[in-house]
């Protein structure tokens, strides 16, 4: 159930990772090259979004409003399980802790913020 104030999010869909087709390496950002071996071809891929949360902060006073409404609100870094060297920083509207599995999902266009969901 979302607190009184809180953003209605869009529905998310799941974290896209780069994938080099040469030296298998992946990462979150889009970049057209791989940052291990130098290698051009490579190509974008959806990934399962889940993860498990490595760290939680709470934001008690923020200079604007989040995505999902005003402070206080919690920010995380989860690694995905399908590929452990990416760790996506997202928004998580409940209460995580350090070891949970979460769902992180991404809300609207491009730029737009991750969601981690118990």
Not at 8 to 26: A, F, Q
Not at 69 to 77: D, E, H, N, S
Request: proline letters at 11%.
């Amino acid at each position: 159930m979302s607190e009184p104030g809180r953003h209605t999010l869009p529905e998310g869909r799941p974290p896209e990772v780069e994938h080099c087709d040469r030296c298998h390496h992946r990462w979150l950002a889009k970049r057209g090259f791989c940052p291990r071996c130098g290698n051009d071809d490579t190509r974008m891929e959806a990934v399962p979004g889940e993860a498990v949360v490595h760290a939680v902060t709470v934001v008690h006073r923020a200079v604007q409003e989040s995505a999902i409404g005003p402070a206080p609100y919690r920010i995380v870094l989860a690694k995905l399980d399908t590929c452990p060297e990416v760790t996506i920083m997202a928004l998580a509207p409940e209460a995580v802790e350090i070891g949970e599995p979460v769902t992180v999902t991404r809300h609207g266009a491009d730029g737009a913020p991750y969601l981690a969901l118990p």
